[in-house]
């Protein structure tokens, strides 16, 4: 049985998902790189230091979290701290009133129905150990406070992701589960485009939120170890 702490995170393979598991894994995290192509996976976990390996999660497909918990379960018995990363669909230049409804499904399959059946697969092995920690990873334009328009399917999926944040908190309440969300802000990938901050920087958040001590805040909504308003 693995005695290091065991993390998984969700869209792993690239950006945000893979910095977070190299600085995971930078403090001694046994970690899972959750991807949909295996391939493409297992080359990005040779490229960290650490003990990294990548395990298939399709999060869009409906029975993968179960089967990936399945295997979890047997490996290791516990999970400490589950990253729902995997995200889709910065749809920047759409509108609500002229819905491209591919577009809102497929962000909605993955960027919350797919956090969803992550979360609930893998909830019993977060508290099997008493000290579990689920980040999900949202954004600013899922704050109603600030919410216009532009870019409808993913500012609504993330607003969605903050409200199922904020229920699977009271849901773990008493467990020793601590729920976040955590905006990394605006970060130089593949998904927000050059200009951004560092994807280091991006990632420290988000690593925050996976190391809060056990009295650490909980179904809150974080940038920078700051609260921002749902």
Request: with cysteine; charged share 20%.
């Amino acid at each position: 049985m693995n005695t290091h702490k065991v993390a998984l995170v969700t869209g792993a393979n690239r950006g945000i998902g893979l910095e977070t598991g190299r600085q995971l894994a930078a403090l001694g995290f046994t970690v899972l790189l959750g991807v949909r192509d295996l391939a493409k996976g297992e080359a990005a976990a040779k490229g960290l230091d650490g003990d990294v390996e990548a395990i298939a999660l399709d999060v869009a497909a409906p029975d993968a979290a179960a089967s990936a918990a399945d295997d979890v379960q047997r490996r290791f018995g516990r999970l400490d701290v589950l990253i729902n990363n995997a995200a889709i669909h910065y749809d920047t230049g759409s509108r609500a009133l002229r819905p491209d409804w591919t577009v809102i499904i497929e962000a909605f399959e993955t960027n919350v129905f797919g956090a969803w059946r992550v979360a609930a697969a893998f909830a019993p092995l977060l508290g099997a150990g008493g000290h579990g920690r689920l980040v999900n990873v949202s954004s600013e334009g899922g704050s109603l406070a600030s919410m216009g328009a532009g870019a409808p399917a993913y500012s609504t999926s993330k607003a969605t992701l903050n409200a199922l944040t904020r229920v699977l908190a009271a849901e773990l309440r008493g467990s020793g589960v601590l729920v976040n969300a955590i905006c990394p802000g605006w970060v130089a990938t593949d998904m927000g485009g050059p200009g951004g901050r560092p994807v280091a920087q991006g990632a420290a958040g988000i690593v925050w939120a996976a190391t809060l001590p056990d009295d650490g805040p909980t179904g809150g909504f974080f940038r920078d170890g700051k609260r921002l308003p749902w």
